[in-house]
Protein backbone atom coordinates (compact mmCIF):
# COMPACT_ATOMS: atom_id res chain seq x y z
CA UNK A 1 0.00 0.00 0.00
CA UNK A 2 0.93 3.95 -0.19
CA UNK A 3 1.87 6.45 2.12
CA UNK A 4 1.00 9.41 0.23
CA UNK A 5 1.93 12.62 1.93
CA UNK A 6 1.83 16.06 0.19
CA UNK A 7 5.14 17.96 0.76
CA UNK A 8 6.23 21.86 0.03
CA UNK A 9 9.70 20.79 -0.23
CA UNK A 10 11.97 17.90 0.07
CA UNK A 11 15.03 16.55 -0.22
CA UNK A 12 16.17 13.33 -1.65
CA UNK A 13 19.90 12.71 0.09
CA UNK A 14 22.51 10.18 -1.32
CA UNK A 15 20.62 8.28 -4.62
CA UNK A 16 21.92 7.11 -7.86
CA UNK A 17 20.71 8.98 -10.33
CA UNK A 18 19.84 7.70 -13.89
CA UNK A 19 18.31 9.91 -16.27
CA UNK A 20 18.12 8.43 -20.01
CA UNK A 21 16.62 11.78 -20.83
CA UNK A 22 20.13 13.31 -20.39
CA UNK A 23 22.04 10.18 -20.33
CA UNK A 24 23.09 11.13 -16.29
CA UNK A 25 24.23 8.32 -13.94
CA UNK A 26 25.63 9.92 -10.68
CA UNK A 27 25.09 9.54 -6.77
CA UNK A 28 23.71 12.98 -6.18
CA UNK A 29 21.15 14.67 -4.04
CA UNK A 30 18.18 16.20 -5.54
CA UNK A 31 16.03 19.05 -3.79
CA UNK A 32 12.45 19.64 -4.67
CA UNK A 33 10.01 22.96 -3.66
CA UNK A 34 6.35 23.07 -4.72
CA UNK A 35 6.63 20.23 -7.07
CA UNK A 36 9.82 21.54 -9.29
CA UNK A 37 13.24 20.47 -8.92
CA UNK A 38 15.38 23.33 -7.64
CA UNK A 39 19.06 24.18 -7.31
CA UNK A 40 19.09 24.83 -3.87
CA UNK A 41 17.31 22.92 -0.28
CA UNK A 42 14.55 24.60 0.36
CA UNK A 43 14.92 26.06 4.18
CA UNK A 44 12.63 23.46 6.29
CA UNK A 45 13.01 21.09 3.46
CA UNK A 46 11.58 16.97 4.56
CA UNK A 47 14.54 14.90 4.00
CA UNK A 48 14.17 11.26 2.77
CA UNK A 49 17.73 9.16 3.23
CA UNK A 50 18.12 7.26 -0.22
CA UNK A 51 21.44 5.70 0.19
CA UNK A 52 21.55 2.44 -2.05
CA UNK A 53 18.46 3.34 -3.99
CA UNK A 54 17.94 4.96 -7.93
CA UNK A 55 16.65 7.72 -8.52
CA UNK A 56 15.06 7.87 -12.19
CA UNK A 57 12.52 9.76 -14.03
CA UNK A 58 8.42 8.16 -13.29
CA UNK A 59 7.97 5.17 -15.03
CA UNK A 60 5.60 5.34 -18.12
CA UNK A 61 3.15 2.24 -19.35
CA UNK A 62 1.42 2.60 -22.32
CA UNK A 63 -0.82 -0.07 -22.29
CA UNK A 64 -3.07 -0.26 -19.28
CA UNK A 65 -6.34 -1.04 -18.63
CA UNK A 66 -8.23 0.99 -15.94
CA UNK A 67 -11.65 -0.63 -16.59
CA UNK A 68 -13.34 3.08 -15.82
CA UNK A 69 -16.10 3.64 -17.01
CA UNK A 70 -18.48 0.58 -16.99
CA UNK A 71 -15.81 -2.64 -14.83
CA UNK A 72 -15.21 -0.66 -11.94
CA UNK A 73 -15.76 -4.07 -10.05
CA UNK A 74 -12.39 -5.28 -11.49
CA UNK A 75 -10.57 -2.21 -11.01
CA UNK A 76 -10.97 1.79 -11.07
CA UNK A 77 -9.01 4.97 -11.95
CA UNK A 78 -8.29 4.92 -8.23
CA UNK A 79 -6.95 1.60 -7.83
CA UNK A 80 -5.75 1.41 -11.21
CA UNK A 81 -2.97 4.24 -11.01
CA UNK A 82 -2.27 3.55 -7.23
CA UNK A 83 -1.41 0.22 -8.45
CA UNK A 84 1.05 1.98 -11.08
CA UNK A 85 2.18 4.51 -8.15
CA UNK A 86 3.13 1.29 -6.42
CA UNK A 87 5.13 -0.23 -9.47
CA UNK A 88 6.82 3.12 -9.81
CA UNK A 89 4.91 4.39 -13.02
CA UNK A 90 4.03 8.32 -13.28
CA UNK A 91 1.79 8.00 -16.13
CA UNK A 92 0.22 5.53 -17.89
CA UNK A 93 -1.91 4.98 -21.12
CA UNK A 94 -5.31 3.82 -20.66
CA UNK A 95 -6.78 1.54 -23.72
CA UNK A 96 -10.58 2.21 -24.51
CA UNK A 97 -12.17 -1.37 -24.16
CA UNK A 98 -14.39 0.47 -21.98
CA UNK A 99 -17.76 0.72 -21.57
CA UNK A 100 -19.08 2.47 -22.87
CA UNK A 101 -15.50 2.52 -25.13
CA UNK A 102 -13.54 5.96 -25.59
CA UNK A 103 -14.97 6.88 -28.91
CA UNK A 104 -16.55 9.97 -28.54
CA UNK A 105 -14.97 13.21 -27.00
CA UNK A 106 -17.30 13.38 -23.71
CA UNK A 107 -16.22 9.39 -22.60
CA UNK A 108 -12.44 11.04 -23.16
CA UNK A 109 -12.69 13.66 -21.08
CA UNK A 110 -14.77 11.83 -18.40
CA UNK A 111 -11.53 9.60 -17.96
CA UNK A 112 -9.57 12.83 -17.88
CA UNK A 113 -11.47 14.66 -15.22
CA UNK A 114 -12.04 11.78 -12.98
CA UNK A 115 -7.67 11.17 -13.35
CA UNK A 116 -7.45 14.55 -12.57
CA UNK A 117 -9.37 13.93 -9.12
CA UNK A 118 -8.52 10.45 -7.84
CA UNK A 119 -5.32 9.71 -9.75
CA UNK A 120 -2.04 8.60 -8.23
CA UNK A 121 -0.47 9.39 -11.33
CA UNK A 122 -0.95 10.92 -14.63
CA UNK A 123 -3.32 9.44 -17.40
CA UNK A 124 -3.04 9.81 -21.21
CA UNK A 125 -6.69 8.42 -22.42
CA UNK A 126 -6.24 5.84 -25.62
CA UNK A 127 -9.23 6.71 -27.86
CA UNK A 128 -10.86 4.50 -30.25
CA UNK A 129 -9.91 3.84 -34.05
CA UNK A 130 -13.53 2.86 -34.78
CA UNK A 131 -16.88 3.82 -32.69
CA UNK A 132 -17.49 1.00 -30.67
CA UNK A 133 -14.41 -0.84 -31.51
CA UNK A 134 -16.60 -2.21 -34.38
CA UNK A 135 -13.77 -2.27 -37.03
CA UNK A 136 -16.56 -0.81 -39.41
CA UNK A 137 -16.60 3.36 -39.27
CA UNK A 138 -13.55 5.58 -38.64
CA UNK A 139 -13.70 8.02 -35.16
CA UNK A 140 -13.34 11.84 -35.37
CA UNK A 141 -9.39 11.87 -34.61
CA UNK A 142 -9.22 15.50 -34.60
CA UNK A 143 -12.61 15.59 -31.75
CA UNK A 144 -10.64 13.01 -29.72
CA UNK A 145 -7.13 14.27 -30.08
CA UNK A 146 -8.96 18.08 -28.63
CA UNK A 147 -10.65 16.52 -25.60
CA UNK A 148 -7.49 14.64 -24.70
CA UNK A 149 -6.85 11.48 -26.46
CA UNK A 150 -3.06 10.86 -26.75
CA UNK A 151 -3.23 7.74 -29.28
CA UNK A 152 -5.70 5.57 -30.76
CA UNK A 153 -6.20 2.09 -30.70
CA UNK A 154 -9.14 -1.03 -30.81
CA UNK A 155 -6.89 -2.84 -28.41
CA UNK A 156 -8.28 -6.16 -28.21
CA UNK A 157 -9.52 -6.22 -31.53
CA UNK A 158 -7.08 -5.61 -34.43
CA UNK A 159 -8.39 -3.28 -37.60
CA UNK A 160 -8.87 -5.80 -40.20
CA UNK A 161 -10.60 -3.62 -42.81
CA UNK A 162 -7.61 -2.35 -45.11
CA UNK A 163 -9.12 0.68 -46.16
CA UNK A 164 -10.27 1.58 -42.81
CA UNK A 165 -6.61 0.80 -41.35
CA UNK A 166 -4.93 3.03 -44.77
CA UNK A 167 -7.38 5.96 -43.51
CA UNK A 168 -6.56 5.51 -39.96
CA UNK A 169 -3.12 5.96 -40.68
CA UNK A 170 -3.60 8.76 -42.96
CA UNK A 171 -5.18 10.85 -39.86
CA UNK A 172 -2.59 10.10 -37.49
CA UNK A 173 -0.16 11.17 -40.26
CA UNK A 174 -1.99 14.37 -40.23
CA UNK A 175 -2.63 15.01 -36.88
CA UNK A 176 0.90 13.80 -35.79
CA UNK A 177 -0.62 10.95 -33.37
CA UNK A 178 -0.08 7.42 -33.49
CA UNK A 179 -2.09 4.20 -34.18
CA UNK A 180 -1.86 1.46 -31.48
CA UNK A 181 -2.62 -1.74 -33.22
CA UNK A 182 -3.72 -5.08 -31.52
CA UNK A 183 -1.94 -7.16 -34.07
CA UNK A 184 -4.77 -10.14 -34.93
CA UNK A 185 -6.79 -11.87 -37.68
CA UNK A 186 -9.05 -13.43 -36.19
CA UNK A 187 -10.08 -16.02 -39.15
CA UNK A 188 -6.47 -17.16 -38.18
CA UNK A 189 -6.73 -17.21 -34.20
CA UNK A 190 -10.19 -18.14 -34.16
CA UNK A 191 -10.83 -20.42 -31.39
CA UNK A 192 -7.57 -20.89 -29.99
CA UNK A 193 -6.56 -20.31 -26.49
CA UNK A 194 -2.72 -20.71 -26.05
CA UNK A 195 0.73 -20.62 -28.64
CA UNK A 196 -0.19 -22.70 -31.12
CA UNK A 197 2.61 -25.18 -30.82
CA UNK A 198 4.59 -28.28 -29.27
CA UNK A 199 2.68 -27.54 -25.94
CA UNK A 200 -0.81 -27.04 -27.23
CA UNK A 201 -0.29 -30.27 -29.11
CA UNK A 202 0.82 -32.03 -25.83
CA UNK A 203 -1.87 -30.82 -23.64
CA UNK A 204 -4.58 -30.75 -26.06
CA UNK A 205 -5.65 -27.19 -25.97
CA UNK A 206 -6.59 -25.43 -29.10
CA UNK A 207 -3.75 -23.37 -30.50
CA UNK A 208 -3.87 -19.44 -31.80
CA UNK A 209 -1.91 -19.59 -34.39
CA UNK A 210 1.05 -16.93 -34.64
CA UNK A 211 0.73 -16.23 -38.11
CA UNK A 212 -2.46 -13.76 -37.26
CA UNK A 213 -0.24 -11.38 -35.74
CA UNK A 214 2.66 -11.32 -38.46
CA UNK A 215 0.34 -11.00 -41.28
CA UNK A 216 -1.51 -8.19 -39.76
CA UNK A 217 1.62 -6.60 -39.04
CA UNK A 218 3.20 -6.82 -42.23
CA UNK A 219 -0.12 -5.62 -44.06
CA UNK A 220 -0.22 -2.43 -41.42
CA UNK A 221 3.55 -1.87 -42.47
CA UNK A 222 2.78 -1.52 -46.46
CA UNK A 223 -0.14 0.88 -45.15
CA UNK A 224 2.53 2.53 -42.72
CA UNK A 225 4.61 2.84 -46.04
CA UNK A 226 1.78 4.47 -48.17
CA UNK A 227 0.50 7.00 -45.66
CA UNK A 228 3.35 7.96 -43.09
CA UNK A 229 1.59 7.43 -40.73
CA UNK A 230 3.04 6.81 -37.01
CA UNK A 231 1.94 2.98 -36.27
CA UNK A 232 2.96 1.39 -33.33
CA UNK A 233 2.68 -2.63 -32.72
CA UNK A 234 1.30 -3.45 -29.15
CA UNK A 235 2.34 -6.33 -27.11
CA UNK A 236 4.61 -7.91 -29.78
CA UNK A 237 5.08 -11.62 -29.04
CA UNK A 238 6.84 -13.65 -31.98
CA UNK A 239 10.33 -13.99 -33.62
CA UNK A 240 8.93 -12.85 -37.04
CA UNK A 241 7.08 -10.18 -35.85
CA UNK A 242 10.48 -8.50 -34.26
CA UNK A 243 11.52 -9.30 -37.53
CA UNK A 244 9.23 -7.52 -39.09
CA UNK A 245 9.55 -4.45 -37.22
CA UNK A 246 13.17 -4.35 -37.56
CA UNK A 247 13.13 -4.78 -41.55
CA UNK A 248 10.37 -1.62 -41.12
CA UNK A 249 12.61 0.66 -39.36
CA UNK A 250 15.50 0.20 -40.91
CA UNK A 251 13.83 1.47 -44.12
CA UNK A 252 13.41 4.11 -42.26
CA UNK A 253 9.73 3.89 -41.60
CA UNK A 254 7.56 5.32 -38.51
CA UNK A 255 7.50 2.46 -37.04
CA UNK A 256 7.16 1.34 -32.92
CA UNK A 257 6.51 -1.37 -30.92
CA UNK A 258 6.52 -2.70 -27.50
CA UNK A 259 6.81 -6.00 -25.48
CA UNK A 260 4.91 -7.02 -22.49
CA UNK A 261 7.08 -8.09 -19.00
CA UNK A 262 5.32 -11.58 -19.17
CA UNK A 263 6.78 -12.11 -22.55
CA UNK A 264 10.16 -11.29 -21.80
CA UNK A 265 9.77 -13.93 -18.80
CA UNK A 266 7.29 -16.77 -19.18
CA UNK A 267 6.83 -19.34 -22.49
CA UNK A 268 3.80 -21.30 -23.41
CA UNK A 269 4.95 -24.31 -21.05
CA UNK A 270 3.90 -21.93 -18.32
CA UNK A 271 0.33 -22.95 -19.30
CA UNK A 272 0.54 -26.52 -19.34
CA UNK A 273 -0.42 -26.08 -15.44
CA UNK A 274 -3.64 -25.29 -16.55
CA UNK A 275 -3.67 -22.24 -14.17
CA UNK A 276 -5.79 -18.85 -16.20
CA UNK A 277 -3.51 -16.57 -15.03
CA UNK A 278 -0.93 -17.86 -17.47
CA UNK A 279 -3.66 -17.02 -20.30
CA UNK A 280 -2.41 -13.96 -22.06
CA UNK A 281 -4.01 -12.69 -25.47
CA UNK A 282 -1.20 -12.73 -27.15
CA UNK A 283 -0.29 -15.90 -26.09
CA UNK A 284 2.94 -16.78 -24.36
CA UNK A 285 5.46 -17.91 -26.77
CA UNK A 286 8.28 -20.54 -27.49
CA UNK A 287 11.57 -19.86 -25.66
CA UNK A 288 13.14 -18.78 -29.09
CA UNK A 289 10.19 -16.04 -29.23
CA UNK A 290 10.93 -14.85 -25.53
CA UNK A 291 14.48 -14.99 -26.57
CA UNK A 292 13.71 -12.41 -29.96
CA UNK A 293 12.15 -9.99 -27.60
CA UNK A 294 15.14 -10.00 -25.33
CA UNK A 295 17.09 -9.17 -28.27
CA UNK A 296 14.79 -6.32 -29.94
CA UNK A 297 15.09 -4.64 -27.02
CA UNK A 298 18.76 -4.42 -26.53
CA UNK A 299 18.96 -4.07 -30.10
CA UNK A 300 16.39 -1.12 -30.49
CA UNK A 301 13.86 -2.96 -32.66
CA UNK A 302 11.50 -2.53 -29.32
CA UNK A 303 11.20 0.56 -27.98
CA UNK A 304 9.46 -0.01 -24.25
CA UNK A 305 8.48 -2.52 -22.03
CA UNK A 306 4.53 -2.11 -20.84
CA UNK A 307 2.29 -4.19 -18.86
CA UNK A 308 -1.22 -4.58 -20.51
CA UNK A 309 -2.40 -4.78 -17.15
CA UNK A 310 -5.97 -6.44 -17.61
CA UNK A 311 -7.85 -6.53 -14.14
CA UNK A 312 -9.70 -9.49 -14.27
CA UNK A 313 -11.78 -10.89 -11.20
CA UNK A 314 -11.73 -13.81 -9.20
CA UNK A 315 -14.98 -15.61 -10.41
CA UNK A 316 -14.04 -14.57 -13.89
CA UNK A 317 -10.82 -16.31 -13.84
CA UNK A 318 -12.02 -19.22 -12.08
CA UNK A 319 -14.25 -20.43 -15.16
CA UNK A 320 -10.90 -22.07 -16.34
CA UNK A 321 -8.36 -22.10 -18.61
CA UNK A 322 -10.91 -22.98 -21.97
CA UNK A 323 -13.05 -20.69 -20.81
CA UNK A 324 -11.77 -17.55 -18.59
CA UNK A 325 -10.74 -14.42 -20.01
CA UNK A 326 -7.10 -13.52 -21.13
CA UNK A 327 -4.96 -11.41 -19.60
CA UNK A 328 -2.99 -10.24 -16.00
CA UNK A 329 -2.47 -6.88 -13.58
CA UNK A 330 1.24 -6.24 -14.01
CA UNK A 331 1.35 -2.94 -12.91
CA UNK A 332 3.47 -3.88 -9.38
CA UNK A 333 5.72 -6.00 -10.41
CA UNK A 334 6.41 -4.71 -14.26
CA UNK A 335 10.01 -3.40 -13.48
CA UNK A 336 11.36 -6.20 -10.85
CA UNK A 337 10.22 -8.73 -13.98
CA UNK A 338 12.21 -6.73 -16.40
CA UNK A 339 15.25 -6.88 -13.80
CA UNK A 340 14.73 -10.49 -14.08
CA UNK A 341 14.70 -10.72 -17.73
CA UNK A 342 17.43 -8.66 -18.51
CA UNK A 343 19.73 -8.01 -15.26
CA UNK A 344 19.37 -10.99 -14.00
CA UNK A 345 20.21 -12.62 -17.00
CA UNK A 346 23.32 -10.32 -17.66
CA UNK A 347 22.21 -8.71 -20.78
CA UNK A 348 21.75 -5.25 -19.66
CA UNK A 349 21.74 -3.11 -16.55
CA UNK A 350 19.86 -0.79 -14.42
CA UNK A 351 20.34 2.29 -17.34
CA UNK A 352 19.00 0.39 -20.21
CA UNK A 353 16.12 -1.15 -18.26
CA UNK A 354 15.52 2.22 -16.83
CA UNK A 355 15.70 4.03 -20.34
CA UNK A 356 12.70 1.51 -21.65
CA UNK A 357 10.38 2.39 -19.53
CA UNK A 358 10.98 6.24 -19.92
CA UNK A 359 12.46 7.81 -22.96
CA UNK A 360 11.68 4.88 -24.93
CA UNK A 361 7.89 5.07 -23.62
CA UNK A 362 7.58 8.82 -24.51
CA UNK A 363 8.72 8.71 -27.75
CA UNK A 364 6.64 6.41 -28.76
CA UNK A 365 3.88 9.11 -28.12
CA UNK A 366 6.07 12.03 -28.83
CA UNK A 367 5.84 13.39 -25.12
CA UNK A 368 8.17 15.68 -24.07
CA UNK A 369 11.58 15.05 -22.19
CA UNK A 370 11.50 14.40 -18.76
CA UNK A 371 14.64 15.25 -17.66
CA UNK A 372 15.67 15.76 -13.87
CA UNK A 373 16.71 19.18 -14.39
CA UNK A 374 16.40 22.45 -12.11
CA UNK A 375 13.06 23.51 -13.37
CA UNK A 376 11.35 20.50 -14.51
CA UNK A 377 8.44 19.25 -12.49
CA UNK A 378 9.20 16.80 -9.78
CA UNK A 379 8.42 13.72 -11.81
CA UNK A 380 10.31 10.83 -10.24
CA UNK A 381 10.78 7.07 -9.38
CA UNK A 382 12.80 6.09 -6.27
CA UNK A 383 13.82 2.23 -6.68
CA UNK A 384 15.71 -0.45 -4.27
CA UNK A 385 17.95 -2.29 -6.75
CA UNK A 386 19.06 -4.77 -4.33
CA UNK A 387 15.78 -5.42 -2.36
CA UNK A 388 14.88 -9.14 -2.48
CA UNK A 389 11.20 -9.38 -2.41
CA UNK A 390 8.66 -12.22 -2.56
CA UNK A 391 5.07 -11.43 -4.96
CA UNK A 392 2.13 -11.37 -2.84
CA UNK A 393 -1.10 -10.44 -5.10
CA UNK A 394 -3.03 -10.15 -1.35
CA UNK A 395 -0.56 -6.99 -0.78
CA UNK A 396 -1.28 -5.61 -4.22
CA UNK A 397 -2.77 -2.08 -4.52
CA UNK A 398 -4.83 -3.01 -7.73
CA UNK A 399 -8.54 -4.57 -7.08
CA UNK A 400 -7.78 -7.78 -9.37
CA UNK A 401 -5.35 -10.86 -8.29
CA UNK A 402 -4.78 -12.50 -11.57
CA UNK A 403 -1.46 -13.08 -12.00
CA UNK A 404 0.64 -15.73 -12.31
CA UNK A 405 3.92 -14.42 -10.35
CA UNK A 406 2.46 -14.93 -7.00
CA UNK A 407 5.07 -16.61 -4.58
CA UNK A 408 7.84 -15.38 -7.44
CA UNK A 409 11.55 -13.92 -5.63
CA UNK A 410 12.54 -11.00 -7.66
CA UNK A 411 15.40 -8.77 -6.91
CA UNK A 412 15.08 -4.97 -7.16
CA UNK A 413 11.98 -2.90 -6.34
CA UNK A 414 10.15 0.38 -7.17
CA UNK A 415 9.76 1.82 -3.36
CA UNK A 416 7.91 4.80 -4.34
CA UNK A 417 7.50 7.80 -6.70
CA UNK A 418 7.49 11.68 -6.48
CA UNK A 419 4.62 13.60 -8.66
CA UNK A 420 4.54 16.83 -8.27
CA UNK A 421 3.82 17.90 -4.41
CA UNK A 422 3.46 13.84 -3.45
CA UNK A 423 5.97 11.35 -1.96
CA UNK A 424 4.25 8.04 -2.19
CA UNK A 425 5.94 5.27 -0.48
CA UNK A 426 5.43 1.95 -0.65
CA UNK A 427 5.22 0.88 2.78
CA UNK A 428 6.27 -3.35 2.44
CA UNK A 429 9.18 -1.50 0.09
CA UNK A 430 10.79 1.30 1.45
CA UNK A 431 12.84 -0.21 4.18
CA UNK A 432 10.89 1.81 7.09
CA UNK A 433 12.45 4.89 5.58
CA UNK A 434 10.37 8.01 6.29
CA UNK A 435 10.62 11.64 5.71
CA UNK A 436 12.79 13.49 8.67
CA UNK A 437 12.89 17.21 8.94
CA UNK A 438 16.33 18.78 7.88
CA UNK A 439 18.28 20.31 11.08
Known sequence: MLNDQSLDALLIRGARVIDPYDVRDEVTDIAIEHGKIVADVPR?????????????????????????????????????????????????ACMPNTRPPLDCPETVRQVVDRA???GHCAVGPVACVTRARGGIELTDF?????????????DGDGVEDDSIMRAALASAAKLDTVVIQHCEYRSISAGGVMHLGEVSKRIDLPGLDP?????????????????????????????????????????????????CTHHLVLTDEACA??????KMHPPL?????VDACRAGLLDGTIDCVVTDHAPHSSDEKAKGFLTAPPGIIGLETALSLAAKAIIDA????????????????????????????????????????????TVDPDRFASLSRNTPFGGWSLTGRPVGTVWGLRLQLVTDAADGRQVSTSG
Open 142 to 154: AALSEAGAVAFSD
Open 273 to 278: TSDPNT
Open 346 to 389: QLADWPEVIRWFTRGASSVLGLAARPIAVGQRADLCLIDPNQVW
Open 285 to 289: RTQAD
Open 116 to 118: RTV
Open 44 to 92: GAAVLDATGWIICPGLMDLHVHLREPGQTHKETIETGTAAAAAGGFTYV
Open 211 to 259: KSEEAMIERDIALCRETGGRYHVAHISTAKAVDLVREARAAGLPVTSEV
